[in-house]
């Protein structure tokens, strides 16, 4: 009973105060509410008792807006006269989340002030917390200097951070009232008289300029004709002009041609910044095929007579029956990130083709690789490496490449696959 008795004195004293110290200004006014758990429940009560009670000293003044914060800023109740509506929203008032959000709430308060496109005042009532707000303290603060608006705060918990409600006051041009709702009358009516004192209106939009009248106009005398001997230069001071700026222009396209264009001498193919020979005439010479086809075999050339006892063998011992012999077959080894290693041995004399579709002789599921990636070539004894025009290029040691030859050890990058070439002594009986 004691505790009642007490705080009807306390919101009567905070309802005249405001009542005095709006009465000068005359600006709408957003009220902000902390709602966060950090709030000791019985100051939010006396709180919400003390705003009831100021409700009429604010709707004198203009319109009221309520806000409350704390996981987000919620608007409770728009801008309105309406004194029903806003004690209704002051009573639903409930505390609750995890988190405060105060400046988030003050910078969305600001924008629905700007949009009035008056100056007005924002009343905060808060312990002074923020976490996880989304703007900064400085953010809100620059939005009200450009809205016109100024921010009264006042404490409310136990404890108060006094610092931050009196920079928040400081940086948006308005004024520290106190904790709610023991605030001193005389400093809450000074602090809201000054703020409203100090708010700037908006300036008025400026007039459209007049149109000039027109001058009057002024009769000209047409320009008199040059001498026939002056008209003859002038021509062929144009002429001079016309060869010199078509003289410019040869030297300019000439001095920008791009200095990496090269050409086949033999075949007059465009090669590539990478081409160290022409791709096309080595295809040519490679005679490219299909894979999974043999690439066709020359022609031998003639052998000499040869005396038919030199062909023959001489009787084998019994250590020379069970020897090995040793063939080198090409060998292709994948190496992708996170998966064990496969080795992929290549038909011999046979084209062989590697990429994403099914019909290539190595398909890999891979989507950094082209449906038909690049092609390895037997030719002569060696094997060539053939780009077929993939869309993420074939490197070879590091090197974009179209036509090259593969020697041991070669490492081949295609998309995200890595293949190494090197060949391998096979046991055949």
């Excluded at 303290?137 to 009200?144: I, Q, T, V, Y």
Aim: proline share 10%; aromatic share 4%; glycine share 8%.
């Amino acid at each position: 009973m004691s505790s009642r008795r007490t705080l009807f004195p306390r919101r009567l004293c905070l309802a005249s105060t405001l009542a005095l110290s709006l009465a000068a200004s005359a600006a709408p006014t957003a009220v902000l509410v902390d709602t966060s758990r950090s709030v000791p429940p019985a100051r939010f009560e006396e709180a919400k008792g003390a705003l009831a009670d100021l409700l009429p000293a604010l709707l004198e003044d203009g319109p009221v807006a309520l806000y409350a914060f704390n996981d987000s800023p919620e608007r409770v109740a728009d801008f309105t006269t309406d004194a029903a509506v806003l004690r209704a929203g002051i009573a639903g008032l409930k505390q609750g989340g995890n988190f405060t959000l105060l400046y988030d709430c003050l910078f969305g308060a600001v924008k629905a002030l700007e949009a009035r496109k008056e100056p007005g005042v924002v009343l905060l009532v808060t312990d002074g917390r923020d976490e996880n707000s989304a703007v900064t303290l400085e953010d809100a603060a620059s939005r009200a200097a450009a809205a016109h608006v100024g921010v009264v705060t006042a404490g409310l918990g136990a404890p108060v951070d006094q610092r931050t409600l009196r920079r928040i006051a400081t940086l948006t041009g308005g004024r520290y009232a106190g904790d709610l709702p023991s605030a001193a009358g005389a400093g809450l009516r000074g602090a809201f008289r000054e703020t409203s004192a100090a708010l700037v209106p908006f300036p008025p939009s400026p007039a459209p300029p007049k149109p000039a009248a027109p001058a009057p106009a002024v009769p000209v005398a047409p320009p008199a004709a040059p001498p026939s001997h002056l008209t003859g230069m002038l021509w062929l001071l144009l002429l001079a002009l016309v060869a010199s700026a078509a003289l410019l222009a040869a030297i300019i396209l000439r001095r920008t041609r791009r200095p990496d264009e090269r050409t086949c001498e033999a075949c007059g193919h465009l090669l590539n910044i990478w081409d160290t020979e022409c791709p096309a005439c080595l295809a040519k010479k490679l005679s490219i095929t299909k894979p999974g086809t043999a690439p066709e075999t020359p022609a031998a050339p003639p052998l000499p007579d040869i005396d038919p006892a030199l062909m023959q063998k001489a009787p084998p011992s019994e250590s020379l029956d069970h020897t090995m012999v040793l063939d080198e077959v090409p060998v292709l080894t994948l190496k992708r990130s996170g998966q064990p290693p496969r080795m992929f041995q290549l038909p011999a004399g046979q084209v062989v083709s590697v990429g994403r579709d099914k019909v290539n002789t190595i398909s890999v599921a891979d989507l950094t690789l082209s449906g038909q990636h690049f092609r390895i070539i037997p030719k002569g004894g060696s094997y060539y490496l053939a780009d077929l025009h993939s869309t993420n290029g074939t490197l070879l040691n590091g090197e974009r490449v179209t036509l090259r030859e593969l020697k041991p050890g070669s490492v081949i990058q295609a998309g995200q696959c890595e293949f190494a070439f090197r060949m391998e002594q096979k046991k055949l009986n």
